[in-house]
């Protein structure tokens, strides 16, 4: 059973930075793409970045293009993302999950059980 631990959010005023950690037990992450994902309340969870199974690929929401980086380290079993230039609207609980390729991470599939998420609040 692969289990899925965010952490790193917390509160931040606009225009600051957060990095956002994502460590996995049970299994390596190795051989899968890892995505972000964010949810507020009453609306539907949202893609925000994807990573390929190797790092060669990434992509990412246009709302946080050029603001937010995804990366990882499959010696850590952990994926990471930095989120600078923070927004009120990046308000949200964000979580991790990993899926076959990028495409299939946006399409925000249940790969393996969600974890508890990490709290973003962006401050004005």
């Known amino acids: 059973q692969v289990q899925l631990v965010e952490s790193g959010g917390g509160l931040v005023q606009a225009g600051g930075s957060l990095r956002l950690s994502c460590a996995a037990s049970?299994?390596?992450?190795?051989?899968?793409?890892m995505g972000w994902f964010r949810q507020t309340p009453g609306k539907e969870r949202e893609f925000v970045a994807g990573?390929?199974?190797?790092?060669?690929?990434?992509s990412y929401a246009d709302s946080v293009k050029g603001r937010f980086t995804i990366s990882r380290d499959d010696a850590k079993n952990t994926v990471y993302l930095q989120m600078n230039n923070l927004k009120p609207e990046d308000t949200a609980v964000y979580y991790c999950?990993?899926?076959?390729?990028?495409?299939?991470?946006?399409?925000?599939?249940?790969?393996?059980?969600w974890g508890q998420g990490t709290q973003v609040t962006v401050s004005s």
């Open positions: 999950n990993a899926d076959v390729t990028i495409a299939a991470i946006r399409q925000i599939r249940e790969f393996y059980r």
């Open positions: 049970g299994r390596t992450l190795g051989t899968y793409a």
């Open positions: 990573v390929s199974w190797f790092g060669g690929s990434t």
